[in-house]
Nanobody
Framework: QVQLVESGGGLVEPGGSLRLSCAAS????????MGWYRQARGKQRELVAT???????NYVDSVKGRFTISTDNAKTTLYLRMNSLKSEDTAVYYC???????????WGQGTQVTVSS
């Protein structure tokens, strides 16, 4: 059974930092593309960042230079380090595991990030 459990969200002032974590079980990072997505109120879910099994990184333009996606050495936890946060980063952030070859696409339950003074 695949489980993705996010944590680390919260309320932060503009310019602040947060680190999101996604504890994964039931999958192997060596086969999946892992990613973070976000959905702001009233908007569609959008890609934030992905990391492939080979370590290739991809970021949406709006977070380049501010956010960093990574995994731990054991490859059971996915991270998203978010610096210089802006009010427009406010959203529910979701962890995603995707294996296109087999049509697998798993989501966590989401964690709220609110950037406000």
């Amino acid at each position: 059974q695949v489980q993705l459990v996010e944590s680390g969200g919260g309320l932060v002032e503009p310019g602040g930092s947060l680190r999101l974590s996604c504890a994964a079980s039931g999958i192997s990072f060596s086969r999946y593309v892992m990613g973070w997505y976000r959905q702001a109120r009233g908007k569609q879910r959008e890609l934030v960042a992905t990391i492939s099994s080979g370590g290739s990184l991809n970021y949406v333009d709006s977070v380049k230079g501010r956010f960093t996606i990574s995994t731990d050495n054991a490859k059971t936890t996915l991270y998203l380090r978010m610096n210089s946060l802006k009010s427009e980063d406010t959203a529910v952030y979701y962890c995603n595991a995707r294996l296109l070859l087999l049509g697998y696409n798993f989501w966590g339950q989401g964690t709220q990030v609110t950037v406000s003074s």
